[in-house]
């Protein structure tokens, strides 16, 4: 496909990175280059991996690893997508949202 892999490098303040959620919802394995904004999003197997921030040759290597193992960006790339559809559901996040609001009312 024109895109297998989803790489994210974020600056240091992120939050939570929109682009990893995009890409496991692109069912795409996702590098993450440092923790910024992803330590929530990243779990072994479920389609994301950390390297470490601001190392080319690390992120180089990680990205490599992938390209040779299809098998496995689909795998963590079905798992990414399934982590991402239950994380942020939208009617999922809707209530919990309205749940906090409640809360501050109470």
């Known amino acids: 496909s024109a895109c297998d892999l989803a790489v994210f490098a974020p600056q240091e303040i992120e939050g ?6 995009f890409g496991q919802l692109c069912e795409r394995a996702v590098i993450a280059s440092g923790p910024q904004g992803a330590t929530d999003m990243v779990l072994p ?4 991996i950390v390297s470490p921030a601001h190392d080319p040759r ?4 990680c ?29 999922d996040v ?5 749940a906090r609001l409640s809360a501050l009312e109470g």
């Open 16 to 21: 939570a990175p929109r682009a990893i959620i």
């Open 45 to 48: 197997g479920t389609g994301t």
């Open 58 to 61: 690390m992120l180089a290597a």
């Open 63 to 91: 990205i490599e690893s992938y390209r040779c193992d299809p098998a496995r960006r689909a795998r963590e790339g079905r798992a990414g997508r399934a982590l991402a559809q239950a994380r942020y559901d939208r009617t």
């Open 94 to 98: 809707v209530e919990e949202w309205l």
